[in-house]
Every structure is written in structure tokens, then in C-alpha cells.
């Protein structure tokens, strides 16, 4: 069975992004850059692949599948892009996008806890869970794994990593690893 690793980046006060989706408030750096090219190059939009050095047909390492809502997907959607992730097989959560002329990008407009029921019973790698913050509140129950890049700046308001119902669920810490911007990343697994 595939696991839902919901990969994301928050403030210290857990938001993914700014009340506009702002994201540039995040301290990078080129250590950790390098290091998010290397493990996960799957997690870099294909139009931004060759910007970091990266090649377009980079294998994926960990991840075949991604999941987004439609807050995630509209930033290179409204620029144009309607395949922002060409080298994954892409899902967008959606009642209002309707359909995306793309062969490997499937708007759902249904129960995404299904389709991820149905996702994990395929063969393929792990799928990602992108964002945003309300899909990953319908999904709690789903996800099987964390990656959680978190950022040393606190935000005070913006796009919550998850929101919904209130579900206490555990985790436990597996791995962590600190960059030279003072952001850490940590590794989670269900517990």
C-alpha cells in the first residue's frame, strides 16, 4: 500500500503562506536548496527544473503522484501553466476549476478521502500531498507521513498548514535536520 506524505513548509506559528499566498518571507538558502534538490526533485515544479540546475527529466525519488487543492494549483495556473508538476501525475481537489486540458492532471470535484483510499491501493510510489491547509484537514486521517520544512520566522496571520474539524492525531518524530538559514526539517511517521 502507498503511503500520503503531506511534504510542506510552515512558519514557527504553522502557516504555509501569507493571507495572499505570499511565500518569499521564507529565509532560503543555498545549502538547503541543494539539499531539497537532491531528496526530493520531485517536489520542484517542472518549469522552475533547469532555474536550480536541475534537469527536466530528473528521475522521481520518492513521489509518482501529487495531490493539491486548488489554492495550490492556481498560482502556475493563473500564469498559464496547467501542468505544473509534467513529471508527476497531478490531482487537483476543485469544485469550481472544471476540467484541465492536461493528460496527467485529473481535477476531482468529489470526496477527496476516496480517491486517496483508492490511490494508496495502486501500484507507484508514495504520494504527495502538497497542500494546501483545508485539503490536508479533510485528509488528517489519510496521512501516513509528515515532512515538515519549518522555516525560523513567524508569520502572525496567513494560510493555516491545516484547518478543519478538530482531530487530535499523533505523530512521532523519526529524523531531523537543521540548514544554515536556521530552518530545520523533520520527518514524521504516524504513530
Known sequence: MRNLVYYVGVSLDGYIAGPGGEVDFYPLSDDMTAWMTEQYPESLPTHIREQVG????????????????????????????????????????????????????????????????????????????????????????????????????LAGTGIPALTGAFTPTRFRPTRRREFDNGAQVTWFSRA
Open 54 to 153: 536541475l534537469a527536466v527529466d530528473t528521475p522521481n525519488r520518492e513521489w509518482d503522484t501529487v495531490l493539491m487543492g486548488r489554492g495550490t494549483y492556481d498560482p502556475a495556473y493563473l500564469h498559464g501553466i496547467t501542468n505544473p508538476y509534467a513529471h508527476l501525475k497531478q490531482y487537483v481537489v476543485s469544485t469550481t476549476l472544471g476540467s484541465v486540458d492536461e493528460p496527467n492532471v485529473t481535477v476531482v470535484d468529489s470526496d477527496p478521502v476516496e480517491l486517496v483510499r483508492r490511490l494508496k491501493q495502486e501500484e507507484g510510489k508514495k504520494i504527495w500531498l502538497c497542500g494546501g491547509g483545508t485539503l490536508a484537514g479533510q485528509l488528517i486521517d489519510e496521512i501516513d507521513e509528515l515532512i515538515i520544512k519549518s522555516y525560523p520566522v
